[in-house]
């Protein structure tokens, strides 16, 4: 049972417009998220995170808001770059757990930014 | 700063046969966690060390075991491998729990 679910395997966007890739959770007990860029042959990247107790989080062309109520959190690129174009995961965690159960991922969306 | 690295970067081994994966965390880095992730899946915890002592387990078989050393540094080790088991190793390391430093994986295959 996925409890990170990722459901668009692949997102294209013209460069210079909004990417925006979707995460869902069944969690509840997940309290902390994070979103990491992944290109072919490194590790994943981190990008930015965000708690729980905030509904929004800003780092430069990247923005993640999450809605608790839904169990939704979506990451917003603007304006959206050639080197944009990667796999980005979605990733949460029990932080108040002290982190042990380690990162639960979703299967990741390839984001291909069309010049 | 040297980041995560992994060694090997890539192994071919036999069903039934046993394999080591190397990390050396970022300096400074006391936490290490061990991931594996399967062709067209998410990375999936393993198994997370912090000085040197387990702290926590994914929902893997008794195979796969780990350890880490004085230096920070980890082993993971996987006996009696099974076609399956082909994957991505990913490690990373952490100053603390929100952030995690991955390695660029360990490529294994099984034939």
């Known amino acids: 049972d996925q409890q990170v679910k990722q459901n668009s395997p692949s997102l294209s966007v013209q460069e210079g417009r909004i990417s925006i890739l979707n995460c869902d959770y069944t969690n509840s007990m997940f309290d902390y998220f994070l979103w990491y860029k992944k290109y072919p042959a490194e590790g994943p990247t981190f990008l930015i995170s965000i708690s729980s107790i905030k509904d929004k989080n800003e780092d430069g062309r990247f923005t993640v808001f999450l809605n608790k109520s839904a169990k939704h959190l979506s990451l917003h690129i603007v304006p959206s770059q050639p080197g944009d174009s990667a796999v980005y995961f979605c990733?949460?965690?029990?932080?108040?757990?002290?982190?042990?159960?380690?990162?639960?991922f979703g299967k990741g969306t390839h984001l291909i930014i069309q010049p | 700063d040297a980041g995560v690295t992994q060694s090997p970067t890539h192994l071919i081994k036999t069903r039934g046969q046993q394999v080591t994966l190397r990390c050396s965390p970022i300096s400074g880095h006391k936490s290490v966690s061990w991931y594996q992730q399967v062709l067209g899946q998410g990375p999936q915890f393993i198994f997370q060390?912090?000085?040197?002592?387990?702290?926590g387990r994914g929902n893997f078989p008794d195979r796969f075991s780990a350890r880490q050393f004085p230096n920070y540094s980890s082993e993971l080790n996987v006996n009696a491998l099974l076609l399956g088991d082909s994957a991505l190793y990913l490690c990373?390391?952490?100053?603390?729990?929100?952030?995690?430093?991955f390695g660029p994986g360990t490529r294994l295959t099984v034939t």
């Open positions: 990733a949460a965690d029990m932080y108040s757990g002290g982190g042990a159960d380690g990162l639960t």
């Open positions: 990373a390391s952490s100053p603390r729990v929100d952030e995690q430093y």
């Open positions: 060390y912090y000085e040197k002592e387990e702290r």
